[in-house]
């Protein structure tokens, strides 16, 4: 009996584990389906709507295998070399070229960088066209973010923190990563993580798309600097 009742607690801890995580995203402003609450603006309403919060990212078939996270299923109008990165000339402070953002942080521009159609995905699941995205004024304007909108970062991002550089922990300046992915990721407060000497600095490093924990879907607080930190030795 004192088994079956520790079997079924650990049962529903999963259950509640996934449900949190589930709500998580679909409580944010991610969530652009129709069935998205009042913490989203921008939301898919009225004839040719969904209700699917995960589509507007991710579909289970014919998805684009290129480019992008997996099951990606959002088209990028961007061409490759449309965006200019941070530094003079494109170049770090560890003086390393970079010309171009890598997949993963090209799946993030494919709605922020304000070329690209929120509702331009590949697999629409049924419905003909594209969604219905009504305008927003000062978020959304014929379907793109507008270009008043705090969150439409353009194609220039010279003034934006770098992204798709190599961590390079020979630099006494970074603080060396626990074992991980080839992406860099602030795991908490005070931990990061990636493969060490050959991570890339991405969108997701810092923020993490399914989740609002944290305003702006930050990793980690801001409050005396600990998200910097956990990469910068200061």
């Known amino acids: 009996m004192k088994t079956r009742l520790v ?70 109008a961007t061409a490759v070399g449309g965006y200019t990165l941070y530094g003079s000339g494109n170049k770090t402070l ?16 494919s709605c922020h960088d304000g070329n690209n159609a929120i509702n331009a995905v590949i697999n629409t699941a049924g419905v ?10 000062g978020r959304l304007s014929g379907n793109k973010l507008d270009a008043a909108s705090g969150y439409n970062l353009g194609t220039n991002l010279s003034n934006d923190h770098p992204i ?20 860099v990721r ?16 991405e969108c997701t490093s810092c923020h993490d798309p399914h989740t609002s924990a944290s305003s702006y879907f930050l990793r980690a607080t801001t409050a005396g600097s600990k998200l910097c930190l956990v990469c910068h030795n200061k």
């Open 94 to 109: 560890g003086n390393s070229t970079v010309s171009n953002p890598n997949p993963a942080s090209r799946a993030c521009l």
């Open 128 to 137: 003909a066209g594209t969604f219905t995205m009504p305008d927003v004024a």
């Open 7 to 76: 079997i079924l607690t650990i049962v529903a801890v999963t259950l509640l584990a996934a449900g949190v995580s589930f709500a998580g995203i679909a409580l944010t402003k991610h969530n652009l389906s129709s069935a998205a609450g009042a913490n989203s603006t921008i939301k898919s309403t009225g004839a040719g709507s969904t209700d699917q919060l995960c589509i507007f990212c991710h579909t289970p078939h014919r998805a684009d295998t290129t480019s992008g996270p997996s099951l990606w299923n959002r088209n990028n």
């Open 186 to 201: 602030v795991t908490s407060d005070t931990t990061g993580q990636g493969t060490s000497g050959s991570a890339t600095v």
């Open 164 to 183: 798709s550089v190599t961590y390079d922990i020979t630099k006494s300046s970074l603080n060396t990563l626990t074992a991980g992915t080839g992406v």
